[in-house]
């Protein structure tokens, strides 16, 4: 079956700018996770969506970033008036479950955003 | 908060030789413990969990870790490398029953020489 994709693969966008990240997570998968990597902070966790619960925010760096996940599969990861700080890979991760903390997460290829 | 700490940002290691790479974690409970790779411009993908069954596990492609509960260390293993096995490795937590996010290392690259 296809793995979890995301869009687009890569984003180019000026200081100040909103840029909208999309993940399709593998079907089936109620938990879905948005991480970030960089070079100077590595990987760091963001946002976990599980089921209709609300989501755990505590990773989200500022109040620029929100992410949504519609019906319960397509996840949207937002960020506002983007700062060159903001440039990284953003990999999302989706799992069959989300309690528990054992489950695999599956990871798409990412969405490399660069801010100039 | 759980913190993992990886021995060595850059290894390397000659094709056919021993491959250790190590992982340390803090918390007063084991966690669950977690070995993924990322090959260049690729997504990460899970070499091998441990979820409390045996302490040790192993994993795809030949690799295994050994959960060492005394040492707080889940170190990766693998008893020949191949050029194949280049790749960066992170090692990762989560902690029982407080959520599902994974805690990462800062990752290990592992170069292979013919």
């Known amino acids: 079956g296809a793995g979890v994709s995301q869009s687009p693969s890569n984003k180019v966008t000026e200081k100040g700018k909103d840029v909208e990240l999309r993940c399709d997570p593998i079907s089936g998968h109620t938990a879905l996770y948005w991480y970030r990597q960089s070079l100077g902070q590595g990987l760091e966790f963001l946002i976990y969506?599980?089921?209709?619960?609300?989501?755990?925010k505590s990773g989200l760096p500022s109040d620029r970033f929100s992410a949504e996940r519609t019906g319960g599969s397509v996840s949207t990861l937002t960020i506002q008036r983007t700062q060159q700080e903001d440039s990284a890979v953003y990999l999302c991760a989706s799992s069959k479950e989300g309690s528990g903390g054992y489950n695999e997460q599956f990871f798409g290829p990412g969405t490399r955003l660069t801010v100039l | 908060a759980q913190s993992v700490t990886q021995l060595g940002s850059h290894v390397s290691v000659s094709e056919g030789a021993l491959v250790l790479l190590r992982c340390n974690y803090s918390s007063s409970v084991p966690p669950y413990l977690f070995w993924y790779v990322q090959y260049p411009n690729q997504g990460l993908q899970l070499l091998l969990k441990y979820t409390s069954a045996a302490t040790l596990v192993k994993g795809i492609n030949g690799f295994e870790a050994e959960f060492k509960k005394s040492e707080t260390s889940f170190h990766l293993t693998k008893p020949s490398a191949h050029m194949s096995d280049a790749a960066e490795y992170f090692c990762?937590?989560?902690?029982?029953?407080?959520?599902?996010?994974?805690?990462f290392g800062g990752g290990t690259r592992l170069m292979v020489k013919p």
């Open positions: 990762a937590v989560s902690e029982r029953n407080a959520g599902n996010m994974l805690t």
């Open positions: 969506f599980q089921g209709n619960s609300a989501p755990d």
